[in-house]
């Protein structure tokens, strides 16, 4: 195959695969239903496949796959040694700080942080000089402050409606988040007027 594709797997796989089926790249059989996982078109040569999001980044450092579609929290929290090609102005949410409604932080103690972003948290953090306890969870980080595991958690916020049915609250914004599209290097300087064109139609600036 020419051109390898890695998608994220879940809710934001199905919106991009449909903006390369319109950048000219289709692949009809990729929105089936069914279990499987890679899909050829073989007269464009393409080749997509569906990943888990957080290793999207890793099958095309690796070069595995020539592109790959990876929120920016995932390039930030593992700094994956590949190109980012374009913002496909997609995905779009915000890396926060959250907590039990009306909390209030006792300054002068540790604060006990749940996420599954430890570089980012960090990062964060210390840039404010504050003192934290990290706690690496891997999924439904909303659970720690509920039940005191955390005094607060660093999570992905997009609709809110996580937060609010538990009664959780944002207390501070990190940064926005979207999804980019990310390329080998090896196989960008190859490739790299195919996928500029691709970068180009992907995100709109055709
Ligand atoms: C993400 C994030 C929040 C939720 C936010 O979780 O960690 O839990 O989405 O979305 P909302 O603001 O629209 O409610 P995800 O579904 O990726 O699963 P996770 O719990 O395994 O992190």
Redesign the pocket.
């Known amino acids: 195959m020419n051109l390898s594709i890695a998608l994220p797997k879940g809710r934001l796989g199905e919106k991009v695969y449909t903006r390369f089926a319109e950048a000219g790249y289709p692949c009809p059989d990729v929105l089936s239903e069914s279990r499987k996982l890679i899909f050829d078109n073989r007269e464009l040569s393409a080749r997509y496949f569906w990943a888990k999001p957080s290793d999207v980044a890793i099958y095309v450092e690796r070069g595995a796959a020539d592109l790959g579609v990876a929120g920016k929290d995932i390039l930030l929290e593992y700094e994956p040694d590949v190109l980012e090609l374009a913002d496909l102005g997609t995905g779009n949410c915000r890396m926060c700080v959250a907590s039990m409604e009306g909390f209030l932080p006792d300054e002068q103690r540790t604060l006990r942080v749940a996420t599954?972003f430890s570089r980012i948290a960090t990062a964060y953090f210390a840039k404010k000089g504050r003192d934290i306890e990290l706690i690496q969870l891997n999924?439904?980080?909303?659970i720690a402050p509920i039940i005191g595991l955390s005094d607060v958690i660093v999570?992905?916020?997009?609709?809110?409606?996580?937060?609010r049915e538990n009664h959780l609250a944002v207390l501070e914004t990190i940064m926005p988040i979207s999804a980019r599209l990310i390329a080998n290097r090896a196989s960008y300087f190859f490739r790299k007027g195919q996928m500029d064109a691709l970068a180009s139609a992907l995100s709109g600036k055709e």
């Open positions: 599954k999924g439904s980080i909303e999570d992905i916020v997009e609709t809110g409606t996580t937060l």
